[in-house]
């Protein structure tokens, strides 16, 4: 071994020491409370703190640590009193703090380069064994394949079983039953993989919690329809988003959108609008964004063009019932707009331009995602033929060497020229 | 000259450089140039060459607008527009009919459609790389050892074009060279080329509602190989622009005129 690869290999160490001891988060802590966080919403604050709420239970092992790809209800995870862990939130997040080509250069070595950066990433962040590892793996077949891919590896790699939501293309007679069987089934495997049975009382208790952050979130959602835009979608693609995949169930979540509620509610009230001049009013496609350093919505926020609402932060489900806490997760798997087939995206689309009185749409195209970026033209043909101007920004979430600023300014700006 | 009556519009793009005067009614004057090293240089040797032509200075000028990629390198310019509107807004003032621009660039390749005022309704760029635009075709005629002005000519002696499957800049040259070696005729192997190029635009026009009329744009509108191959796939006639390379420019000194923002 060389000299380099010997220094490479004790910070390597050292790095997954730091970044896996409970301490790192007990110490991040008040050092980040007391940090300068006064121009953030506390909505943002309660992410933070979730975030070091998670990584500091998951490395000190005081709960059962579960992996589980977005859209596979959380709930569950929260029902088991364990701590969820979405690697492709966690990847979005090493995005943002700049770096993800570490991460990426590693997890190349072992997958294409044509597979979604936020899984890329998220494996070489694995391979540097940074990410407290999981008890078992719970993942759905929707909406991402390559997810399932990723975790298939995991649980050969971590000796931990793999459990898979796999509910049929359509929403047919008998798929309530089906899925109803199939969470079933999830819940008593996860409670056997973790040694503990299931206990309805809690999964009741993390429906009801589930639910409350579910109306605390429509609230937020309503409040946005106002005009001016109260509230970046920018940040609505980052820590809202981010909130509503690994918070419901959880005391967490009600917090947070219940603290945004009550804060965009404010900001509606005296027509607070988060761009000086509002000129155009944008929904985005897609539930990501670049997360790395770019200057997409700085400029867009330039040209008087507001990103009102994202299709991430759409509530595709219906209330919750308590009393029924497995029928209700039946419900919110089987009301996702993006998975089967894409009628039921465009009418959330239209539906979301409606409410949000949206002049233009921009559907992100992340690389390698073909779930998304497979219905954008047929999105695009429905919207155009109702008069609504429509683009595809090709892009990429996670890799910013992905990335073409001096292209992509060009198609914005003569977006926004076309919206006059 | 003395009054200030003239407009002008730069084009800065990858590969060449061009400005155009216009008056109250008319074109007046414009210069194409390489863009080289330095947008900024480029852009004021074009706009005095131009100026020089009527005798005017950069005084008589109301309103400078830059376009192409470099559009944001042009202090001296009141505003800068993309190259998408100005090439609709140059189109419709030399076609009027126009509803559909093509335009082929140095660095990117676009297709523009747009009401009966030149306004854009929609448009499509090039994904990512340079395939299918003005470089593309550069490096093909280096490899073929031929003048890139007379690919157009050379290619429509072929009789049969040669299949071009490479559409990346770096891996088609390798293609055409080892074409060359294999001992297929030049002049095929150019008709090749644009034909390839022409494919991926016609794909791009798929993602618009293409209207007639078309309008061809940019500077490999020049090429007859080009206008020949896309005519084929559209199956029309494409409008073809006297100076094809300065509509660009035309559009951003319409756009000057029409915003008048410099007060005199």
């Given amino acids: 071994m060389t000299k380099m690869s010997q220094e490479r290999g004790i910070f390597s160490r050292l790095l997954s020491w730091t970044v896996r001891s409970p301490w790192t988060y007990r110490v991040l802590l008040p050092l980040i409370e007391a940090a300068n966080l006064k121009e953030q919403t506390y909505a943002f604050k309660i992410w933070v703190r979730y975030l070091l709420w998670m990584m500091r239970q998951g490395c000190s092992r005081k709960r059962k640590v579960i992996w589980m790809s977005a859209f596979t209800p959380v709930e569950l995870a929260y029902a088991m009193d364990a701590v969820p862990i979405l690697p492709e939130i966690v990847a979005a997040l090493v995005s943002y703090l700049g770096r993800a080509p570490t991460f990426l250069a590693l997890g190349d070595s072992h997958l294409s380069t044509d597979v979604c950066s936020f899984y890329r990433c998220a494996l070489g962040l694995v391979l540097e064994d940074l990410l407290p590892p999981p008890d078992v793996i719970v993942s759905c077949s929707y909406l991402c394949d390559g997810a399932n891919k990723f975790f298939s590896y995991l649980s050969k790699k971590y000796g931990c079983p793999h459990l898979l939501l796999d509910p049929a293309y359509g929403n047919g007679q008998g798929a309530v039953a089906y899925v109803r069987g199939q969470l079933h089934h999830l819940l008593e495997d996860m409670g056997s993989v973790l040694g503990q049975r299931v206990n309805l009382e809690r999964l009741r208790e993390v429906v009801r919690l589930s639910n409350k952050a579910r109306t605390n979130a429509e609230r937020v959602n309503k409040a946005r329809m106002a005009r001016p835009a109260p509230f970046p979608g920018s940040e609505g693609l980052s820590y809202v988003a981010g909130m509503g995949f690994c918070s419901p169930g959880s005391a967490w979540g009600v917090r947070f959108f219940e603290s945004l509620a009550v804060d965009l509610n404010n900001r509606t009230k005296v027509k607070h609008g988060y761009l000086p001049q509002e000129r155009h009013r944008?929904?985005?496609?897609?539930?990501?964004?670049?997360?790395?350093?770019?200057?997409?919505?700085?400029?867009?926020?330039?040209?008087?063009?507001?990103?009102?609402?994202?299709?991430?932060?759409?509530?595709?489900?219906?209330?919750?019932?308590?009393?029924?806490?497995?029928?209700?997760?039946?419900?919110?798997?089987?009301?996702?707009?993006?998975?089967?087939?894409?009628?039921?995206?465009?009418?959330?689309?239209?539906?979301?331009?409606?409410?949000?009185?949206?002049?233009?749409?921009?559907?992100?195209?992340?690389?390698?995602?073909?779930?998304?970026?497979?219905?954008?033209?047929?999105?695009?043909?429905?919207?155009?033929?109702?008069?609504?101007?429509?683009?595809?920004?090709?892009?990429?979430?996670?890799?910013?060497?992905?990335?073409?600023?001096?292209?992509?300014?060009?198609?914005?700006?003569?977006?926004?020229?076309?919206?006059? | 000259m003395e009054e200030k009556n003239l407009y002008a519009g730069i084009d800065v793009g990858s590969l060449s450089a061009e400005a155009v005067i216009i008056s109250e009614s008319t074109m007046v004057a414009y210069s194409i140039r390489k863009t080289g090293a330095s947008p900024l240089r480029a852009a004021q040797k074009c706009l005095g060459e131009a100026l020089e032509k009527v005798g005017a200075s950069k005084d008589n000028i109301r309103a400078i607008v830059s376009t192409g990629y470099g559009r944001l390198r042009i202090p001296f310019a009141d505003m800068e527009v993309t190259e998408i509107t100005c090439h609709a807004k140059g189109a419709h003032f030399l076609f009027p009919r126009t509803r559909t621009v093509v335009d082929i660039g140095g660095q990117d390749s676009k297709v523009i459609t747009m009401d009966e005022e030149g306004n854009v309704r929609d448009f499509v760029m090039n994904d990512r790389c340079a395939a299918g635009t003005g470089r593309f075709l550069e490096v093909m005629a280096s490899a073929l050892e031929a003048d890139l002005a007379n690919l157009g000519q050379l290619s429509l002696q072929a009789k049969k074009a040669v299949s071009i499957s490479s559409m990346c800049t770096v891996f088609a040259e390798s293609e055409v060279i080892s074409l060359i070696a294999d001992g297929y005729k030049r002049e095929a192997i150019i008709r090749g080329v644009h034909e390839s190029i022409s494919r991926r635009i016609f794909r791009m026009t798929k993602r618009l509602r293409v209207k007639e009329e078309i309008t061809f744009t940019g500077g490999v509108a020049k090429n007859q190989g080009m206008v020949k191959a896309l005519e084929g796939l559209f199956g029309v006639k494409l409008n073809i622009p006297p100076e094809p390379q300065i509509v660009g420019a035309l559009g951003a000194a319409l756009i000057a005129k029409e915003k008048d923002f410099r007060v005199v």
């Fill in chain 1, 282 to 420: 944008i929904l985005w496609l897609h539930h990501i964004r670049p997360y790395y350093r770019n200057d997409i919505f700085e400029f867009l926020s330039s040209r008087g063009v507001a990103v009102c609402f994202e299709e991430a932060n759409y509530l595709y489900y219906p209330p919750l019932d308590p009393d029924n806490p497995l029928d209700s997760l039946v419900k919110k798997v089987l009301s996702n707009v993006w998975r089967g087939p894409l009628e039921r995206r465009i009418q959330a689309v239209l539906a979301m331009v409606r409410d949000y009185k949206a002049d233009a749409v921009i559907h992100f195209s992340h690389w390698g995602c073909r779930q998304s970026c497979g219905g954008a033209a047929v999105i695009g043909e429905v919207l155009k033929q109702r008069g609504i101007p429509y683009m595809v920004l090709y892009g990429d979430g996670a890799d910013p060497d992905n990335n073409f600023p001096g292209q992509t300014r060009t198609r914005l700006q003569a977006f926004a020229e076309m919206l006059g």
